[in-house]
C-alpha cells in the first residue's frame, strides 16, 4: 500500500504522469490513448469466417473491457488472416500454413494455429474445409519426409538450410526431428474427427502418413542400433546440432522414443524426452483408434 501511495503522489516527475500499473484497469481513457487499428484490412486477408467474425462481436459486447476486446480481435483471427493459403488440389482442401514470419509451414506450429477454431467448425463449412486441407497437406509432408519437421509451399524450392548434413530433400525447410512434431497432426486429426464425424480426410495417404509415425517412433526406440536418422548443421550453436557425428549421446534401449530436438527447435542432450513420450503414447491410441473406426 505505501508503495501505490508514493506512485499516486508523485503525480509529475520530469515533465510526464506516472502511471501506476497495480492500479490501471486496462480500458482506463484516462491513462490509455485510443486503440489503433492494426487488424489487416478486409481486402488483404487470406481467409474470413462469418462464425470467427461473429464469435469476435460476441465476445466483445459481452466484456466490458474494451482493450480485451480490441486484443481478442486483432489475435483470435490473425491465424486466418494473415498466414492460410487455402485451395483445392485434385477436388481436396488444400491449406498451407506459415509459421508467421518464415515462408514455412511447420507440423506442430500449423496445428497449434489453427486449434481454436475446431469449435467453430459445425458451424461453419469454409473453416471446416480450411482445417480438412491443413490434416491433407500435412499428410503429404509426413509422406515426403517423417523426420523433418518444416516444409515449403513450393515442393521444388531449396532453403537456407539445405546444407545442413543429414538427407534434405528439395521443399523441405528444416529437418529436425521431434517427437511432439509428429504428434501434433495426430491431435488435430483426432480432435477434427470427433469434432465433425468427418472421415474425408482419412484415406489410404493418412493411414500410411500414420504408418510412417509408427515406425519413426520404432525406429527411434533405437532397440536395433542408432537408427537412419543423423543430423548436423555447421553452426557456432551447439544447441542447432547434434553431437557424436549427429546421432546424439547413446542410450539405454528401454522403450522410450528418442526425440532429437525438443519443441522449442533446440537439440536434447538426453534424447529420451519425457514430455514428448507422453505425447507419443496418447497420439498412437489416438491413431489407432482412428485405424480401427475408419
Known sequence: MQRRKFIRNTALAGGFTMIDPLNMVAADTKTLKSFP???????????????????ISEFQ????????????????????????????????????????DIDAMWLRDSSAQVWPYLAFVN????????????????????????????FYNDPTKKGEWTTDHTKMLPG???????????????????????????????????EKAIREIHKVFTDQQQKDGKGPYSF????????????LKGYGYPVNPVGLICSAFRPSDDSTVFSFLIPSNFFAVVSLRQ?????DVL
Open 37 to 55: 487499428q492494426v487488424r489487416v484490412a478486409k481486402n488483404k486477408r487470406h481467409f474470413s469466417s462469418q462464425s470467427i467474425e461473429s464469435a
Open 61 to 100: 459486447k459481452n466484456v466490458k473491457d474494451k482493450e480485451l476486446g480490441w486484443l481478442f480481435n486483432n489475435c483470435f483471427p490473425n491465424t486466418l488472416d494473415t498466414t492460410v493459403t487455402f485451395s483445392k488440389n485434385n477436388g481436396k482442401p488444400d491449406t498451407y500454413v506459415i509459421t508467421g
Open 123 to 150: 458451424e461453419d463449412g469454409d473453416l471446416k474445409d480450411l482445417i480438412h486441407g491443413v490434416i491433407n497437406r500435412q499428410t503429404q509432408y509426413i509422406l515426403k519426409d517423417p523426420y523433418a519437421n518444416a
Open 172 to 206: 523441405v525447410h528444416e529437418r529436425k526431428y521431434e517427437i511432439d512434431s509428429l504428434c501434433y497432426p495426430i491431435r488435430l486429426a483426432y480432435n477434427y474427427w470427433k469434432a465433425t464425424g468427418d472421415d474425408a480426410p482419412f484415406d489410404k495417404d493418412w
Open 232 to 243: 548436423q548443421r555447421t553452426t557456432p550453436n551447439g544447441t542447432d546440432t547434434r553431437t
Open 287 to 291: 491413431a489407432a483408434e482412428m485405424i
